[in-house]
């Protein structure tokens, strides 16, 4: 039987527009009611437990920064198969995570969820900081 729907906030809210979608799916945890069929979930920069997270799903919703050339702030839906990693990781790591890794090893596994859909946020910037700056912050108010 699958699972309901994740929605996931990816990111590192050190590094300033980083965070979107940790301070996204938290402020979204706070003003949608609790639901068995919705699971919203800060996941930050967890690594390899993604794949149990994510494993026999019906949906997945994944909201990150992404570096897509636009003007800060621009939001754009992708699918699974839309979306193209320029990640590259040094060595296997629990801490590193390529999220597209991670969703075929899921369809390796034979537990790959039904639809795996992507928000992008562009950032304005990804210098040391805890706050996100005025533009995505403004973005997502």
């Given amino acids: 039987m699958k ?6 906030g990816l990111g590192n809210v050190l590094l300033s527009d980083e965070g979107i979608g ?3 799916v938290r402020r979204l945890a ?3 009611p609790r639901s068995r069929k919705v ?9 390899l437990a993604l794949l149990h997270l994510i494993a026999n799903r019906k949906k997945v919703v994944i909201i990150d ?6 003007t800060p702030g621009t939001i754009r839906r992708f699918a699974a198969d839309q979306v193209k990693s ?3 990781l040094a060595n296997f790591s629990l801490h590193q995570l390529d999220i597209l890794r991670i969703i075929e090893m899921s369809k390796q596994l034979g537990e790959r969820p039904d639809a795996v859909i992507f928000f992008g946020i562009q950032p304005q910037s990804l210098n040391p900081g805890r706050k996100l700056t ?5 973005r997502i108010n």
């Fill in 3 to 8: 699972k309901g729907v994740v929605v996931l």
């Fill in 22 to 24: 940790v301070h996204i």
């Fill in 30 to 32: 706070k003003t949608h």
């Fill in 39 to 47: 699971k919203f979930i800060d996941f930050g920069t967890g690594g």
């Fill in 65 to 70: 920064c992404a570096n897509m050339g636009d």
């Fill in 86 to 88: 320029v990640k590259r």
């Fill in 134 to 138: 005025k533009t995505l912050s403004t």
